[in-house]
C-alpha cells in the first residue's frame, strides 16, 4: 500500500487514484478512473472520474523538473505558491478561478474542481471561435486582482507579509531568462523558425537601443513589488465556455509590475490574430475573427481603465494616493508598463524557448513568417515607444498597421 505522508514523489495515474481514495472525496466503493491530461511545460495534471456518479476532480502535481525541459529545476513548492494565490483570487474573484477543494505540502499537489466542461482558450482562438463577454471577465479579473493586492488598498505592513509569502525565486528567473533576456541575443537556447531568422538577426540582436530598454524593463521586473502578480497570464492559463472564464496555472505569481499580466494577455490575444490574418481563407470571415480580437483588445485596456478608476474611488486606503493627479499618473505608467510586455511577450514566443501554437501550427512557411516578422514589428513599436499608449485604440492602432 503506497503512502502519501512520508516523502514526496511524482504520482502515476494509479497511485493519483489512490491518493484519492485517502481525502474520501469520492464515495468508498467508487471505481475511479484517471488520466493525466497535463499538456503544460511544468507540471502533471491528473483528471480523476468516477463514472457511476460523473463525479470528477483534477490533481495538479508539481514535479521537480520542468516537463519542457530537465534543464529546469524548478522547486515543487511552486504548488504552495498556485495553491496560495488560487485561494486569495477565490476571495477577490470567485467566479474567474476554479474551486480549490485541498492542498498536500508533502505531494506538492493541489486537488480542484475539473473545468472538463471548458475549453483552454489558446486551443478556442485555433478553432477561431469567439468570446463576446471574454473581455468583461478579463478586465474585471485584473482590476481585481491587481488593485486589490496592492499598496493602493492594502495595510502596508500586511502587504510586505505578501511579499514574503510570495517570493518565487526560480520561476521569477525563469521569466527573467526566457522573456527579458535570452531573446535579445544569440542565446544557444533560443528556437527561431528558419525563414524568421533573417529579420531576428539583422533586426534584433543587432538593435543596442532595443536591448538598452530590454534592460531598464528586466530591472523593473526584479524590482517593482507592485501587486500580486499572476506572472503567466497567457492564453493557455484561461478556460472559456461561451459564457464563463476561468484563470488557472498561477505557479509564477508573486509580487511583481501589475503591467505584466495585462501585457502578456494582449500580446497572446495579438497571436490569435496574426494566426487569423494567416490561416483564414476566405476574407469576409478573416475580417470578421481578426475584428472581433481587436475588439477584445480595445475593451480588456478601455473596461481596465474604466473599472480601477471606479474600484480606485470606491476601495483606495493610502491617502496619498487621493491627491489630484494621482490615479491618471498611476494609470498611464500601468499603461506604459503593458505596452512593454506586449512587446517582450511578442518577441520571446517567436524568438526564445517556448513557441506557441498560434504561430507553430501556421504549416505554410512564408505565412508562418509572415505571422512571425508582424509579431516582431510591432514588438519593437510596444517596446520602444511604450510612454505612448494611453487607451484601447493605441493598442490596436500599433497592430492592424504592423500586424
Ligand atoms: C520552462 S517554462 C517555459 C514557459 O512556460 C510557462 O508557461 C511560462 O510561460 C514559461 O516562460
Ligand atoms: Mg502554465
Known amino acids: 500500500m503506497t503512502t502519501f505522508t512520508d516523502r514526496y514523489f511524482t504520482m502515476t495515474e494509479t497511485e493519483a487514484v489512490e491518493y484519492a481514495k485517502t481525502l474520501s472525496i469520492f464515495p468508498e466503493d467508487s471505481t475511479i478512473t484517471c488520466e493525466e491530461i497535463g ?35 524548478v522547486s515543487p513548492d511552486r504548488n504552495r505558491i498556485e495553491h496560495d494565490i488560487l485561494k486569495i483570487q477565490g476571495e477577490l474573484v470567485p467566479e474567474y478561478v476554479p474551486e480549490v477543494y485541498h492542498y498536500d505540502p508533502i505531494m506538492n499537489c493541489t486537488v480542484m474542481e475539473d473545468l472538463s466542461d471548458y475549453t483552454i482558450l489558446r486551443k478556442a482562438f485555433l478553432h477561431k471561435q ?8 478579463l478586465s474585471t479579473f485584473l482590476v481585481q486582482t491587481l488593485l486589490l493586492t496592492s499598496d493602493l488598498v492594502l495595510n502596508h505592513k500586511d502587504k510586505k507579509e505578501q511579499v514574503k509569502a510570495f517570493i518565487n ?36 540582436w543587432g538593435d543596442e537601443q532595443l536591448a538598452l530598454e530590454t534592460a531598464k524593463l528586466k530591472f523593473q521586473f526584479l524590482t517593482k513589488a507592485q501587486s500580486l502578480i499572476h506572472g503567466d497570464f497567457h492564453t493557455g492559463s484561461i478556460f472559456v465556455t461561451e459564457n464563463q472564464t476561468k484563470v488557472i496555472d498561477a505557479e509564477f505569481a508573486f509580487y511583481g509590475p501589475a503591467g505584466y499580466d495585462i501585457g502578456n494577455i494582449i500580446a497572446n490575444l495579438i497571436f490569435a490574430y496574426v ?5 483564414i481563407e476566405d476574407p469576409i470571415e478573416r475580417e470578421s475573427y481578426t475584428s472581433y480580437v481587436l475588439t477584445t483588445i480595445r475593451e480588456i485596456i ?43 511577450e511578442l518577441a520571446r514566443r517567436v524568438i526564445g524557448l517556448a513557441p506557441v501554437e498560434d504561430l507553430t501550427s501556421i504549416t505554410n512557411p512564408t505565412k508562418r513568417a509572415a505571422a512571425e ?21 493605441d493598442f490596436t492602432r500599433v497592430i492592424s498597421e504592423y500586424a
Request: glycine letters at 4%; hydrophobic letters at 35%.
Open 275 to 279: 494566426n487569423g490574418e494567416q490561416t
Open 130 to 137: 469567439t468570446f463576446p463577454l471574454l473581455s468583461d471577465h
Open 373 to 393: 516578422i508582424a509579431c516582431l514589428k510591432a514588438a519593437k513599436v510596444f517596446i520602444l515607444n511604450r510612454q505612448d499608449f494611453f487607451n484601447g485604440e
Open 169 to 204: 525565486p526560480e520561476l521569477c528567473e525563469i521569466t527573467e531568462d526566457l522573456v527579458y533576456t535570452e531573446p535579445f541575443y544569440d542565446c544557444p537556447r533560443n528556437e527561431v523558425f528558419s525563414e524568421t531568422l533573417p529579420y531576428v538577426q539583422e533586426e534584433f
Open 302 to 344: 478601455d473596461q481596465f481603465k474604466e473599472k480601477f478608476t471606479y474600484a480606485f474611488y470606491d476601495q483606495v486606503t493610502e491617502r496619498v494616493a487621493e491627491y489630484p493627479g494621482f490615479l491618471e499618473y498611476y494609470l498611464e505608467e500601468l499603461l506604459t508598463d503593458t505596452a512593454a510586455v506586449v512587446g517582450l
Open 39 to 73: 499538456d503544460g511545460n511544468l507540471n502533471y495534471v491528473f483528471r480523476l472520474v468516477d463514472p457511476q456518479t460523473t463525479q470528477s476532480i483534477i490533481i495538479k502535481q508539481a514535479g521537480p523538473v520542468a516537463r519542457i525541459s530537465d534543464e529546469f529545476k
